[in-house]
C-alpha cells in the first residue's frame, strides 16, 4: 500500500483516482493499495499480478495546493467558491461552468464536515448497540438507523467527481495568461513547490525486530513518497553466500518469513530506494540481529 495524495495518478487507468475506486482507503493518512496487498481489486479487463510491470513515477516537481486535513480541504473549497466569480471577467469563465464548480465546492464541504461526521458517529453507535446486544443488561434493543444530516441551503447534490472538476478547473484557470501570481494566491491554486530528496546524502531508515512470526523489517517513505517506486532489501545470513536481495517492497514495513536456523546466529540487513528500476541514494546503515534457538 502507498500514501495517497490529492496528486496521485492511478497507474492502471492514467488518471486521478476516484472517490470510488475500491482500494482507496480513507483516513489518516489515507493509502491505495497495490497489486499483492489483501484485499486489492484489480481493474477490469487487467492482465494477472505476474504480467504486470514495475509501476514508475512522474519525477517532475510538484505544486500542491490542496491540503491534506479534512478542515483546511473544506476551508480551500469555501475560499475558491466565495472568490471565483470575481474573476470570471478576468479570466474568460464560463458564467456556468463557475457556477457548477461552486455548487461542486458547497457539495464537498457538506460531505467533509457534515455527511462524513454523522457517517463516524452513527457507526460508533453501531458498535455500541451491538456490544449491549451481547452483554446488555436486558430489554428491548434498537438499533441506530442512519438519519444523514439535512443539506443546507444552496447545497443540492452532484454527479460523481465533484472535486476532480474542481481540480480541471483549476488546471484551466491557470492556463490563462491573465491568472498570475496575485490571482492564484488569493484563489490558494498554487502551494510551495515540493523537490525529491537529495539522492546524494538520501538513505532509508532500516531497523529490524526477531518476533515469533519473523524478522520484522522496519522502513518508511521519510516523507517522499512521490519521489521513490520501492525499496530494495538485501539480507546477508552469514551462511558463506554474502549479500542477496531479499526483497523489492513497496509497502512500508516487511516480515522476513524465511526458516530460521537451529542455533543462534545473526542476520545482517541492508536497504536502498529505487526509482524507475534504478538504485538512488545511499545504502542504508546496516542493521542485525540474533535468530535461531
Known amino acids: 500500500m502507498k500514501t495517497l495524495h490529492w496528486d496521485a495518478i ?26 499483492g496487498d ?19 513515477r512522474n519525477k517532475m516537481k510538484r505544486q500542491d495546493y490542496y491540503p491534506s486535513r479534512i478542515s483546511d ?39 467533509l464536515l457534515s455527511y462524513l461526521p454523522a457517517t463516524k458517529a452513527w457507526a460508533s453507535a453501531c458498535v455500541q448497540a ?29 454527479d460523481e467527481g465533484a472535486l476532480n472538476r474542481v481540480f480541471d478547473f483549476v488546471s484551466e484557470i491557470k492556463e490563462v495568461d491573465a491568472c498570475g501570481p496575485a490571482v492564484c494566491a488569493d484563489l490558494r491554486i498554487i502551494g510551495p513547490e515540493q523537490t525529491g530528496p537529495d539522492f546524494a546524502t538520501f538513505r532509508p531508515d532500516l531497523n529490524a525486530t526477531a518476533t515469533p512470526a519473523g524478522v520484522v523489517l522496519g522502513w518508511g517513505w521519510q516523507g517522499f513518497s512521490k519521489f521513490l517506486d520501492q525499496l530494495e532489501i538485501n539480507v546477508d ?14 509497502t512500508p514495513n516487511y516480515t522476513d518469513t524465511h526458516p530460521t536456523p537451529a542455533t543462534l546466529t545473526q542476520w545482517k540487513y541492508r536497504a536502498i530506494f529505487r526509482l524507475n528500476d ?7 546503515e546496516t542493521v542485525s540481529v540474533v535468530v535461531g534457538a
Open 73 to 111: 480541504q473544506a476551508a480551500w473549497l469555501e475560499n475558491l467558491r466565495n472568490k471565483i466569480a470575481a474573476y470570471i471577467l478576468l479570466l474568460g469563465a464560463s458564467p456556468t461552468k463557475v457556477n457548477g464548480i461552486v455548487l461542486d465546492c458547497r457539495w464537498v464541504v457538506y460531505l
Open 130 to 158: 451491538v456490544t449491549q446486544a451481547q452483554t446488555g443488561p436486558g430489554g428491548p434493543l434498537t438499533l441506530p438507523l442512519f438519519v444523514p444530516p439535512e443539506l443546507p441551503d444552496g447545497v443540492v447534490p452532484r
Open 278 to 284: 534504478l538504485q538512488v541514494g545511499l545504502w542504508s
Open 38 to 56: 489483501p484485499g486489492y481489486t484489480p481493474p477490469p479487463g487487467s492482465p494477472p499480478l505476474s504480467a504486470s510491470k514495475t509501476k514508475t
Open 10 to 35: 492511478n497507474p492502471a487507468t492514467g488518471t486521478p483516482y476516484t472517490w470510488d475506486d475500491p482500494n482507496l482507503r480513507w483516513g489518516s493518512p489515507s493509502y491505495i493499495l497495490e497489486p
Open 237 to 250: 545470513r552469514l551462511d558463506g553466500k554474502g549479500w542477496q536481495i531479499l526483497t523489492f517492497d513497496t
